[in-house]
Nanobody, 115 residues
Framework: QVQVVESGGGLVQPGGSLRLSCAAS??????MGWYRQAPGKQRELVAS???????NCAESVKGRFTISRDNANNTVYLQMNSLKPEDTAVYYC???????????WGRGTLVTVSS
């Protein structure tokens, strides 16, 4: 049974940093990534990373967020620096199963950037 569990959200002041973690279990995953959904908005891709380490990042977070991955532990991280109020959202981890391409989602972790 596949499980995807996020951790690391919370309240941070503008300009601050947070690190999100996501542990996936029950399979091997090709692409893992982070999406976010702000109130009243659609879910959007923040960043993704392949098993080989190739990354894709939204323009709005380039230079501020860094995605990394530990294949041995099926874990993906999102280091978020220079946070802005507009980064406030629920952040969801996504894991795409190798070979089948099936998507698995975590329940989300709330990030609030506010003074």
């Amino acid at each position: 049974q596949v499980q995807v569990v996020e951790s690391g959200g919370g309240l941070v002041q503008p300009g601050g940093s947070l690190r999100l973690s996501c542990a996936a279990s029950g399979s091997i995953f090709s692409v893992m990534g982070w999406y976010r959904q702000a109130p009243g908005k659609q879910r959007e891709l923040v960043a993704s990373i392949t098993r080989a380490g190739s990354t894709n990042c939204a323009e709005s977070v380039k230079g501020r967020f860094t995605i990394s991955r530990d294949n041995a532990n099926n874990t993906v991280y999102l280091q978020m620096n220079s946070l802005k109020p507009e980064d406030t959202a629920v952040y969801y981890c996504n894991a795409k199963r190798l070979f089948t391409g099936s998507d698995y989602w975590g329940r989300g972790t709330l990030v609030t950037v506010s003074s």
